[in-house]
T-cell receptor, first 116, second 110 residues
Framework: GAVVSQHPSRVICKSGTSVKIECRSL??????MFWYRQFPKQSLMLMAT?????????EQGVEKDKFLINHASLTLSTLTVTSAHPEDSSFYIC????????????FGPGTRLTVL | RKEVEQDPGPFNVPEGATVAFNCTYS??????FFWYRQDCRKEPKLLMS???SGNEDGRFTAQLNRASQYISLLIRDSKLSDSATYLC???????????FGTGTRLKVLA
């Protein structure tokens, strides 16, 4: 299957700082990338969908000014958690697909964010 | 009611057992169906897509019943390495979105 990388794998930061997470598709062009959040013992919740070169579409309840998403190329999307607070501590996972609505999504290894 | 529902388990089974999971979905416009496996603190990994005709991959068999809106996963001859959370995933027609179930936790015991 296709390979998606995420960096960093783990980050610990102080409250009020901003954290940037990168998601890269290594061997295919990802027209669409997705950002999910997963709290302990819960399922993945979609935060936003991003298409290369256009603004991300955020799910209801997700603050677009707090979770900044940029999808500048067909192989890279970034999620920036601005002014992070302890309640933002979570497992953030990206996925990438080729763009057709039936395309399989390939997931990155996730980023575990801890905000102190 | 959640759009995709699964029994959270855990299902504790001995090695070699056969175990089956079901998943129901509420949106009849759902188009594509998948089973993903997620190990603790790791990302989900695609186990198999699910087709109306049913499909098999080694010890794993997936079935889709559109009339009753459920999908199933059967694991035969369970191995210790099958211990994980199994996520039912549904994709709505005409969208890119995956809707995840909460997952069913499986523990295979020696």
């Amino acid at each position: 299957g296709a390979v998606v990388s995420q960096h960093p794998s783990r980050v610990i930061c102080k409250s009020g700082t901003s954290v940037k997470i990168e998601c890269r598709s290594l061997d295919f062009q990802a027209t669409t990338m997705f950002w999910y959040r997963q709290f302990p013992k819960q399922s993945l919740m979609l935060m936003a969908t991003s298409n290369e070169g256009s603004k991300a579409t955020y799910e209801q309840g997700v603050e677009k000014d707090k979770f900044l998403i940029n999808h500048a190329s067909l192989t890279l999307s970034t999620l920036t958690v601005t002014s992070a607070h302890p309640e933002d501590s979570s497992f953030y996972i990206c996925s990438a697909s080729g763009g057709s609505s039936t395309d399989t999504q390939y997931f990155g290894p996730g980023t575990r964010l801890t905000v102190l | 009611r959640k759009e995709v529902e699964q029994d959270p388990g855990p299902f504790n089974v001995p090695e070699g057992a056969t175990v089956a999971f079901n998943c129901t979905y509420s949106n009849s416009a759902s188009q594509s169906f998948f089973w993903y496996r997620q190990d603790c603190r790791k990302e989900p990994k695609l186990l198999m897509s699910v087709y109306s005709s049913g499909n098999e991959d080694g010890r794993f068999t997936a079935q889709l019943n559109r009339a009753s809106q459920y999908i199933s996963l059967l694991i035969r001859d369970s191995k210790l390495s099958d211990s994980a959370t199994y996520l039912c995933v549904v994709n709505r027609r005409g969208t890119y979105k995956y809707i995840f179930g909460t997952g069913t936790r499986l523990k295979v015991l020696a």
